[in-house]
């Protein structure tokens, strides 16, 4: 049955079994620092001060199994897998059976507005799934084997975490033997029928991915400090 009402729970899942490759470092970014606190700190503590979120289940590398549980001692913890896809799977087998819907949420995006986790799960009334989206400023382009062509700005966005559904739905995703980077396009192939929503996302919701990224969210958190 999909959109089982008598089930309550609103459960995040934050996938940080990656090995973060793209930066520089021996340390995956989930666990590198911005003023002194990890990366993945800020994300649990943004579900976990929400008041419509019941539980926060982090997936991690065998690694960092102990030091995730060290550190968050009030969430569960559980081993990611091979894809982020994978991960995902692993988190929604530890979910609680009174879940109702799941936030998927990358480890690599710290800063998450609570105005986003509202926005979420207010759509949910209306779609099976949501995911935040962003406009792009720049011009777009797509490189074709003898040159470009230009996209029209308009018709695109850049999507963003968490990615928010009926667990239903999401279980049935996962179910299909479909793959894809993220959960609204895994939904999307797997569920013709599904309704998937976007509501605004926030510019700094931003993937950490580059050093830069870092350095911008620092000097982000220093003016909302000040
Ligand atoms: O590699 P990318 O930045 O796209 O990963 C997005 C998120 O998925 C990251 O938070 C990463 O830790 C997580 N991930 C995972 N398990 C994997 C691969 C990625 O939990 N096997």
Redesign the pocket.
């Known amino acids: 049955m999909l959109n089982d009402m008598t089930k309550t729970n609103n459960t995040a899942i934050i996938?940080?079994?990656?090995s973060g490759s793209r930066l520089a470092s021996e340390t995956p970014k989930?666990y590198l620092k911005l003023k002194g606190v990890e990366i993945l700190a800020y994300s649990v503590q943004s579900f976990r001060s929400h008041p419509e979120i019941d539980e926060v289940i982090i997936?991690t590398s065998e690694n960092f199994l102990e030091h995730v549980s060290n550190q968050h001692p009030e969430c569960k913890v559980v081993k990611?897998?091979?894809?982020?896809q994978?991960?995902v799977f692993n988190g929604l087998q530890a979910c609680s059976p009174d879940t109702h819907v799941i936030l998927v949420h990358?480890?690599?995006r710290p800063l998450i507005p609570s105005r986003v986790i509202d926005r979420c799960l207010a759509s949910l009334e209306t779609y099976d799934g949501v995911a935040p989206a962003l406009k792009p400023v720049d011009s777009m382009i797509q490189l074709e084997d003898t040159g470009f062509k230009n996209l029209q700005r308009d018709n695109l966005r850049i999507i963003q975490t968490p990615q928010c559904f009926h667990i239903d739905i999401l279980r049935s995703a996962h179910a299909s033997g479909k793959i894809d980077t993220d959960e609204m396009g895994l939904v999307k192939q797997s569920n013709a029928q599904a309704r998937l929503g976007f509501i605004e996302g926030a510019p700094e919701t931003m993937?950490v991915?580059r050093q830069i990224d870092l350095d911008i969210i620092e000097k982000y958190l220093d003016t909302v400090e000040n």
């Open positions: 996938v940080a079994a990656g989930q997936v990611g897998g091979e894809t982020r994978d991960s990358d480890a690599a993937k991915t």
